[in-house]
């Protein structure tokens, strides 16, 4: 059955049986090509790619949701230091199939990843976004200069979220993926 159909049938029904769990090596083909559905080609350039491109591609943290077997939103978790000291995750992509969007998935997933980040005994997670979407997800922006990127960031969608109440202001400095 063509993919499209098997979406339409399952958007008809409204009830989608959607499971997430941590990502495995064998989703990265199906992650890319959800990424370029999601995003424009200029994704590339940004600077938290700068961060990303350091890391591997998988950290345990990193989830994806699926119906069936169609993969349907991915969340990419990069674990980094702040001015040297670890404790921190880097979030994104994140990215939900176009035709599912709305459906709470994004919300689900990153509720997921901060509990396993809790977990796993982070102190915070930091992103690279709009206010408007995750502000409603308990993120705050990063007071101007406290935390910096290796590159350009507009200092309005530099936000973090506490996974340890107060944890936004021991970090300081500069973002690099830890190893
Ligand atoms: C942004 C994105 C992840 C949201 O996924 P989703 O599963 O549709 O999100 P949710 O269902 O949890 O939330 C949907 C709500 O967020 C709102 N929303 C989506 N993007 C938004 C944005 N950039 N700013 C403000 N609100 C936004 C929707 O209008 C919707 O609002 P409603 O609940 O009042 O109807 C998804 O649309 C996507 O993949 N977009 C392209 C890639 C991207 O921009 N990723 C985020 C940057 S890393």
Request: glycine residues 16%.
């Given at each position: 059955m063509p993919?499209?159909?098997g979406i339409a049938r399952l958007m008809t029904?409204?009830?989608l049986a959607v499971e997430t769990r941590p990502a495995a090596p064998a989703d990265l083909p199906r992650i890319a090509a959800l990424q370029a559905l999601a995003?424009?080609?200029?994704?590339?350039?940004r600077t938290a790619y700068r961060v990303r491109e350091g890391?591997?591609?998988?950290?345990?943290y990193c989830r994806v949701a699926l119906v069936g077997d169609r993969l349907i939103a991915a969340v990419r978790m990069t674990p980094i230091t702040i001015g040297g000291r670890p404790g921190a995750l880097l979030l994104g992509p994140l990215a939900v199939d176009p035709e599912l969007a709305g459906r709470g998935y994004a919300r689900r997933l990153v509720a997921e990843v901060a509990d396993a980040a809790r977990a796993?005994?982070?102190a915070l997670i930091l992103l690279v976004g709009d206010m408007t979407y995750y502000g409603r997800l308990g993120f705050a922006r990063v007071p101007p200069?406290?935390?910096r990127l290796p590159?350009?960031?507009?200092?309005a969608r530099l936000l973090a979220l506490e996974i340890e109440p107060g944890a936004?202001?021991?970090f300081r400095g500069m973002v690099a993926a830890r190893s």
């Open positions: 993919e499209c159909i029904n409204d009830v995003f424009s080609p200029g994704r590339f350039a890391a591997p591609e998988l950290s345990p796993g005994g982070e200069g406290q935390i590159g350009p960031v507009d200092p936004l202001e021991m």
